[in-house]
């Protein structure tokens, strides 16, 4: 579920993206699928990568295919729970970073931020979601991206209500921080990952990890339409689950260390 709304930022136009975690419906005796964290075949990793990235089928950007970070990020914890859950941000950071190539920081003031992390308290949750979504009883946790015309992100705010469960509270970070760094949508609730709805997992999958370095791979570029960029994706992938399978730890051999900052495309054809 996503809405779009138009932000006039200078004489740009920028597209505010805001996506939600959606809860499961409580069902008694309801177990929990074991969790193998085991690589998914190409044909499962590649269809679930065109959902998560180029967003929920039928709600996609007519604009940009690819949108992701290039300049370094820095995020500012905002709530008296932020104490609580700074480590987690960090090591969920120390992942981001390693895998595409961009600075993560955490910011010691909100001036310099350009990311939001919100632990709010419910009536101000209430208001916030009841704006951006038509069934705010639904949304766990959420997003808002702001997104230029060639798919560069300048700002992310994400929003969980500081009353959940520490895990409840995991959950939301690695769901809501996948799409703050640029995932539009969502993979089948069978897929190994954090961004599925539903039942939610509180960690990054190694699924997640090949996607994310995928998504910040310099083939896959600005100025690609949703198929080229799933073509190269596919290529993308193909090299990497290879490595990843022989691989002890995954992270080894998916980190990408001394990157050049990804191009900007000229200008592309969006509303300017
Ligand atoms: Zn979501």
Redesign the pocket.
């Given at each position: 579920?996503k809405s779009f709304a138009w932000l006039l930022c200078a004489s740009l136009a920028a597209v505010l993206v805001a996506?939600?975690?959606?809860a499961q419906q409580a069902r008694p005796g309801q177990q929990q699928p074991a969790q193998t964290n085991q690589l998914a075949p190409l044909d499962v990793l590649m269809r679930n990568f065109e959902s998560m990235a180029f967003g929920d089928a039928g709600e996609r950007s007519k604009w940009t295919a690819v949108t992701r970070w290039r300049e370094p990020v820095r995020a500012v914890l905002i709530g008296e729970k932020s104490d609580q859950f700074r480590n987690d941000v960090r090591g969920l950071f120390a992942v981001f970073e390693m895998l595409t190539g961009v600075p993560f920081s955490l910011a010691d003031g909100d001036g310099g931020a350009n990311v939001r992390i919100y632990f709010s308290e419910r009536d101000w949750y209430r208001t916030q979601v009841a704006r951006s979504f038509p069934r705010p009883d639904q949304v766990v946790c959420?997003?808002n991206t702001s997104v230029d015309t060639n798919g560069v992100i300048g700002a992310a705010n994400t929003v969980i209500p500081e009353d959940l469960s520490a895990r409840g509270v995991r959950t939301c970070l690695a769901?809501?921080l996948?799409?703050a760094i640029g995932f539009q949508?969502?993979p089948m609730r069978s897929f190994d990952s954090a961004?599925r709805?539903g039942i939610g997992i509180d960690r990054l999958t190694v699924n997640d990890q090949v996607l994310i370095r995928t998504l910040y791979d310099e083939r896959l570029r600005f100025d690609m339409a949703p198929d080229e960029a799933l073509t190269a994706a596919t290529a993308i992938v193909t090299a990497l689950q290879a490595k990843v399978l022989e691989a002890k730890d995954p992270l080894d051999v998916l980190a990408q260390r001394g990157r050049l900052p990804l191009t900007i495309p000229p200008w592309n054809g969006g509303p300017v």
């Open positions: 579920m996506a939600p975690a959606l959420f997003t769901h809501e996948l799409h949508g969502h961004l709805n």
